[in-house]
């Protein structure tokens, strides 16, 4: 299937968070991924609040607006791949980020979580080497009887999971 032609600048799928600080999320992305505001797109509603910012990171943009009062609570869950997740790290606790998931061993690949102030989750990823071959680890990924599962794991996926188990079930609205 062809690639969809999209706007110089936009990917062919953008997230767009909805946020509690929407403004200070906007921050967190420009000084911890290197992001770059494209301030001819930031629109304030009537009502003051950020309808909308964008923010190029990479290849993506993200575009982000401020929950209005009577919206529900929907934090983001995002993936970003880096070149180097101990900086990119230092600089999301150094805004206030809370680390969820400390850098682990994910299949050649080092993978951390970190949850920014108005609780969105950020998966940071820096690719190595190794990636994984399906064909080669099938059976790390499907339990006995040919259920989807994880049945016997290592110790670095078992802390994978609980942490992001840990994160979700801790999930809270910063207006509340």
């Known amino acids: 299937m062809p690639i969809p032609a999209a706007p110089e600048g936009y990917a062919t799928v953008n997230p767009f968070i909805i946020t509690t600080g929407a403004e200070d999320v906007t921050r967190f992305v420009i000084e911890v991924f290197g992001g770059e505001e494209r301030a001819e797109a930031r629109t304030v509603d009537d009502d003051g609040l950020l309808l909308q910012a964008e923010v190029r990171v990479g290849t993506t943009t993200i575009m982000l607006a401020e929950r209005k009062p009577n919206w529900p609570f929907t934090p983001s869950l995002l993936q970003v791949y880096v070149d180097d997740l101990d900086a990119v790290l230092e600089r999301a606790l150094a805004r206030g980020g809370r680390l969820v998931t400390t850098p682990t061993d994910f299949f050649g690949t080092q993978f951390a979580r970190v949850q920014d102030s108005s609780a969105n989750l950020w998966w940071i990823w820096q690719h190595g080497d190794a ?12 339990a006995e009887g040919g259920d989807q599962g994880w049945g016997e794991i290592s110790p670095e996926l078992a802390y994978i999971h609980d942490t992001l188990l840990e994160a979700m079930t801790a999930l809270r609205d910063p207006k509340a």
């Open 131 to 142: 990636v994984r071959d399906a064909d080669d680890s099938e059976s790390e990924w499907t």
